[in-house]
C-alpha cells in the first residue's frame, strides 16, 4: 500500500503542494505471494522492522514522487530479498598445517633468541 505526505528539505514554492514523500508498507504476515518457508524466515529476520506483521520502507531523497517511489520499491525489495536469503553453510573448521605452526615456532625462538642478546649484562 502506498502512501503519500510532504517531504521535508529543498523544493521552492512547489513544495508546499506536493506529496513528494513517499512510505511504501507491505503486509509480510497476511501475504499469499511468498513461499511459507521465505515468510517464516522474513517474520524472523525483520521482527524488530515489523508493526502487526507490516514492514514499512519511506523513500524522501528526490523532490519527484516518481523517483521516490521507484527508490521505495528498490529499498523493499532489497529488503525482502535479503531477509528471504537461505542462512549461509556453516564453517567447517580446518586445522592448520603442522610446517607452518613448527615454522612459526622457529621464528618466535629466533626472535627471542636476538632479544635475549640484547641485554646489557655483558657489556660490562
Known amino acids: 500500500m502506498w502512501r503519500f505526505s510532504r517531504s521535508s528539505g529543498p523544493g521552492g514554492q ?4 506536493s506529496d513528494s514523500q513517499v512510505e511504501l508498507r507491505f ?10 518457508v521465505w515468510k ?3 517474520l524472523e529476520r525483520l521482527a524488530g522492522r515489523l508493526v502487526d506483521g507490516v514492514v ?3 523513500a524522501s531523497e528526490h523532490r519527484s514522487q516518481w523517483r521516490n517511489r521507484e527508490t521505495a520499491a528498490v529499498r523493499l525489495a532489497a529488503l525482502l530479498a535479503e ?7 556453516p ?5 592448520i598445517p603442522r ?3 613448527e615454522r ?5 625462538k629466533q626472535r627471542a633468541e636476538t632479544k635475549r642478546g640484547r641485554t646489557g649484562r655483558d657489556w660490562g
Open 27 to 36: 503486509d509480510l504476515a497476511k501475504t499469499e505471494s511468498l513461499p511459507d
Open 56 to 58: 514499512t520502507v519511506r
Open 83 to 89: 531477509a528471504t536469503a537461505p542462512p549461509p553453510k
Open 104 to 108: 612459526r615456532l622457529r621464528e618466535k
Open 99 to 101: 610446517g607452518i605452526n
Open 14 to 17: 512547489h513544495v508546499n503542494t
Open 91 to 95: 564453517r567447517k573448521p580446518t586445522r
Open 40 to 42: 517464516q524466515r522474513a
